[in-house]
């Protein structure tokens, strides 16, 4: 038991050790992915890094600045992703785990607590994307995010068009 248990977590190890310093990631440190901070002339952000080969929107970074995140958008439907300051370094982008299956347009909470999006995802959260979106909330917890939760007929129209939420400071949405 005990060797089955050292080898289980010698694998955790390494798959964890190679994802987190992938040979063909760059190295990024320090604010802003380690970027050229914002002016007052647009420029692409983080040319080769995040800006390349898909169409990205959307994009946030933490109040901390420790989080960013973006939509990358590519068939047959777009992502959230997420990239983290881990260890002053930022790791490869990573997929939220409210995504992937569905599409959505999303906001990040002032506060980084919230992401508020639509989406084609069925009301049950399983299955296959419906043909219209509802408007969704996934919370920050201590291990990552919530399960989405629909927001409710108040908010959603019988058959919405795609939105684009956004949350004020006061948790307008």
């Not at 260890?87 to 909470?109: D, E």
């Not at 508020?116 to 408007?135: A, K, Q, T």
Request: hydrophobic content about 35%.
């Amino acid at each position: 038991m005990k060797r089955t248990i050292l080898g289980f977590c010698l694998l955790v190890f390494l798959v964890t050790s190679s994802f987190l310093q992938e040979k063909d990631f760059p190295v990024l440190k320090g604010p802003y992915l380690g970027q050229k901070p914002p002016g007052m002339t647009p420029e692409i952000f983080a040319p080769g890094i995040i800006s390349k080969g898909y169409f990205k929107c959307m994009a946030f970074f933490t109040p901390d600045g420790k989080e960013f995140y973006f939509m990358l958008w590519g068939a047959p439907h777009g992502v959230i992703l997420f990239k983290k300051e881990v260890n002053n370094r930022w790791i490869k982008p990573q997929m939220a785990s409210f995504s992937g299956k569905y599409h959505g347009k999303f906001t990040l909470s002032p506060d980084g607590n919230k992401i508020v999006f639509s989406s084609n995802r069925p009301l049950n959260g399983r299955g296959e994307p419906i043909d219209f979106h509802y408007s969704w909330i996934a919370e920050r917890t201590d291990t990552g995010w919530s399960e989405p939760k629909y927001l409710g007929p108040l908010i959603n129209l019988e058959k919405p068009y795609s939105a684009y939420p956004s949350l004020s400071k006061n948790g307008n949405l």
